[in-house]
């Protein structure tokens, strides 16, 4: 058989089935489509818009081996410091919760293969069907889902597999969201006001910025974007929205940089926009960024092996204080063995190639072993 022969396709294994999370009957419509876990194949993607069909798993077992080539337009953060502390070995059973463009997730399939899989979550189809290509590359098991990582009990009872080695989640927009104008996370290019990580469920940003009230705009912008100016923006808004309602990032940013004594052009060439924290705070409102995390860190204990490890990225210190809470907790408990008591940043020289690692801070957690077996 010629070596052509041999890796022309790859094998799959093929489940129709409906995921169902163990609290899905409390959860909003919204919130139960979003638990739907949708395929990737080689060919083609399937269609989330799609639901007359039932969802399909799809699990690629080996694929092309090639030299792996870095993608100079995306550089995943804290690359180097994410493999120290998982410390990834052939074998093992890893989770990325958060996929993105696959940079993390290239590495760890890299160094858990042949014999290891990885789990691979992502709200965004668009970072699902890029990230495919890349692992696509490496010989070894991964299974992509489309969902959101607050439902990973369900993905991993789904993919037949009760608890893991290592987990990594790095919370936040990704670079091609940030970049893409249709997107509408950018406050520095013009577009729909968006925000959708997944663009085919929920409700655009829009909805929420010409719905809430003025009370509700001002503790968002403060609790989600540490937005010192929230009062004078809220009320910009409401006064705007009042002639005609806001759709698009430029009406947004400009509204922001009104409230703020701001010009257009001073803004843009600030060292933070002065519309970044509000924009923030609505994208977090947006796809319930902090209640997806409150529900990962809560479920963290029960998907961990004994003396496993999880490593969680956060660029806002709302997060971060999540994080160092609960991991805190769960060491006082005997929960975890070991954490890391300061946050780990990025190098200076991290920090000139890659301007998104300034505000990274990774902590990192240890399982402890059971007093009781482990079931």
């Not at 070995?89 to 990885?118: F, K, W, Y």
């Not at 013009?190 to 719905?211: H, K």
């Not at 003396?307 to 609960?326: L, M, P």
């Not at 063995?337 to 505000?359: C, F, G, V, W, Y």
Request: hydrophobic content about 40%; aromatic content about 4%; charged content about 30%.
């Amino acid at each position: 058989m010629s070596a052509r022969s041999r890796h022309a396709n790859p094998s799959f294994t093929v489940r129709p089935r409906r995921v169902l999370d163990d609290d899905e009957t409390q959860r909003t419509p919204i919130e139960r489509d979003s638990l739907v876990v949708f395929a990737y194949q080689q060919s083609d993607l399937c269609d989330p818009k799609r639901h007359d069909r039932p969802p399909i798993i799809i699990t690629p077992h080996y694929h092309h081996h090639r030299t792996m080539k870095r993608d100079k337009r995306h550089i995943p953060v804290l690359l180097d410091q994410v493999l120290d502390v998982l410390a990834p070995q052939p074998g093992q059973i890893i989770v990325d919760c958060t996929l993105g463009l696959g940079g993390h997730s290239s590495a760890l399939l890299e160094r858990i293969r042949p014999d290891g899989r990885l789990i691979a979550i992502d709200f965004d189809p668009a970072n699902i069907a890029a990230a495919r290509v890349k692992l696509e590359r490496i010989r070894g098991r991964f299974d992509l889902f489309h969902t959101n990582f607050a439902a990973l009990p369900t993905v991993l009872a789904q993919s037949g597999i009760e608890r893991v080695n290592s987990l990594l989640a790095d919370i936040g927009v990704s670079s091609t969201q940030i970049d893409d104008p249709a997107r509408g996370f950018s406050y520095r290019k013009p577009g729909p006001l968006d925000m959708r990580m997944d663009p085919t469920r929920g409700q655009p940003a829009s909805v929420f910025i010409n719905r809430m009230s003025e009370s509700e705009l001002v503790e968002a912008l403060l609790t989600l974007g540490d937005e010192t100016d929230a009062p004078q923006i809220a009320r910009l808004i409401v006064e705007h929205r009042a002639r005609a309602p806001i759709t698009t990032t430029e009406e947004l940013t400009a509204i922001v940089c009104a409230a703020r004594d701001f010009t257009i052009e001073r803004g843009s060439r600030a060292k933070l926009h002065p519309a970044a924290r509000a924009f923030q705070a609505l994208r977090i409102l947006v796809n319930r960024e902090l209640d997806n995390l409150d529900r990962l860190l809560k479920v963290l204990p029960d998907v961990l092996k004994p003396n496993g490890t999880a490593a969680i990225i956060t660029f806002h210190s709302g997060e971060d204080r999540r994080v160092k809470a609960a991991f805190r907790d769960g060491a006082r408990a005997g929960t975890y063995s070991e954490i890391s008591h300061e946050p780990i940043m990025a190098t200076d020289d991290e920090q000139r190639l890659n301007k998104r690692a300034r505000s990274a801070k990774l902590r990192w957690v240890k399982r402890a072993y059971p007093s009781h077996p482990t079931p």
